[in-house]
């Protein structure tokens, strides 16, 4: 028990003397906190620029409720639950696994870190974003996991910060069905897979902007907002009742399993789910929405 205490404290007064760093110190060029700033300021100067909804607002419905979504998800969930649960959690599993005399070594497919780095992060990569694209499937399908995913479809107007509006439980079901499958090719450390992260991000931002554009033939491979605007709509045609265009960054998943539907421009399609209209709209009673009911 000791251990994992010390494991909670150590976690604590290491991301926080991270995060403290990241903000007043920034003298690297994977810094989250800056960068996240500087990718969501260029998004939304394409949103006034190029906007889609030409009658949304640029400070759109929720615009700042958003705002602190991003922050608080991206920074702070970290600090107050993310990190120490994640480093508690893997220990606690191997040590579980080292008393039937196993270890996530012996299941190590490869290491990714024996090949050359732009091999290893493209792998690192897919695998990722396959694992996140059957995650979000399955928030779509449990109804206990869905009850969590309704405060991300709550956005009733798009905009480049809805990519960060969800539920603290989230990160904890998308991290805990990744850590095996990155467990057994082996993990880079944070500054190698900056790149991917912050790839991940724009096309996040960029899925959920007031921008009208599919990328061309890219449109099959990337994730684009014409397409996932459409994961966003309230009326779910009947023959896909549990959603569809699930990718996060990557649109082929959705191509190859049949899980794709744009079935025309969406542009003034209502957003939401059924029975929103009585969904929470403040920060504090969406986050205690998904235990508060029963889920259906």
Same mark, same amino acid.
Do not use: C
């Given at each position: 028990m000791e251990k994992y205490l010390n494991i909670i404290k150590n976690s604590y007064s290491g991301y926080w003397n991270y995060l403290k760093n990241e903000v007043l110190f920034p003298n690297h060029w994977d810094n989250y906190f800056y960068g996240l700033i500087a990718i969501?300021?260029?998004?939304?100067?394409?949103?006034? #620029?190029?906007?889609?909804?030409?009658?949304?607002s640029i400070f759109r419905k929720d615009f700042?409720?958003? #705002?602190?979504?991003?922050?608080?998800?991206?920074?702070?969930?970290?600090?107050?639950?993310?990190?120490?649960?994640? %480093?508690?959690?893997?220990?606690i599993l191997n040590d579980i696994l080292k008393t039937i005399g196993l270890s996530l070594t012996k299941f190590q497919l490869f290491n990714v870190n024996n090949l050359p780095?732009?091999? +290893?992060?493209?792998?690192?990569?897919?695998?990722?974003?396959?694992?996140?694209? %059957?995650?979000?499937?399955?928030?779509?399908?449990?109804p206990f996991l869905w009850n969590f995913h309704k405060v991300h479809h709550s956005v009733k107007e798009m905009g480049?910060?809805?990519?960060?509006?969800?539920?603290?439980?989230? =990160?904890?079901?998308?991290?805990s069905l990744l850590y095996i499958p990155i467990a057994i090719i082996g993990n880079y450390n944070a500054k190698d897979v900056a790149f991917v992260y912050f790839f991940a991000i724009v096309i996040g931002?960029?899925?959920?902007? %007031?921008? +009208?554009?599919?990328?061309?033939?890219?449109?099959?491979?990337?994730? %684009? =907002?014409?397409?996932?605007?459409w994961h966003h709509v309230k009326e779910l045609p009947k023959h896909v009742r549990y959603g569809m265009n699930y990718g996060l960054t990557l649109s082929i998943w959705d191509y190859l399993f049949k899980t794709n539907y744009i079935p025309h421009d969406g542009k003034d399609i209502e957003l939401g789910f059924e029975g929103d209209d009585?969904? =929470?709209?403040?920060?504090?009673?969406?986050?205690?929405? =998904? #235990?508060?009911?029963?889920?259906?």
């Open positions: 969501s300021l260029i998004v939304w100067i394409l949103e006034i #620029i190029f906007p889609w909804r030409k009658n949304q700042w409720l958003d #705002i602190f979504y991003m922050f608080f998800n991206f920074f702070l969930l970290n600090l107050i639950v993310l990190i120490a649960l994640s %480093n508690t959690a893997a220990e780095k732009w091999a +290893g992060l493209i792998i690192f990569f897919l695998i990722s974003d396959f694992v996140q694209w %059957n995650t979000h499937r399955l928030l779509h399908r449990v480049f910060a809805a990519h960060l509006r969800y539920h603290w439980m989230e =990160p904890v079901v998308y991290k931002h960029l899925n959920h902007a %007031n921008l +009208g554009w599919d990328y061309g033939i890219l449109k099959f491979i990337l994730n %684009n =907002p014409k397409m996932h605007i009585v969904f =929470p709209k403040d920060f504090f009673r969406q986050e205690i929405y =998904p #235990i508060s009911k029963k889920p259906k």
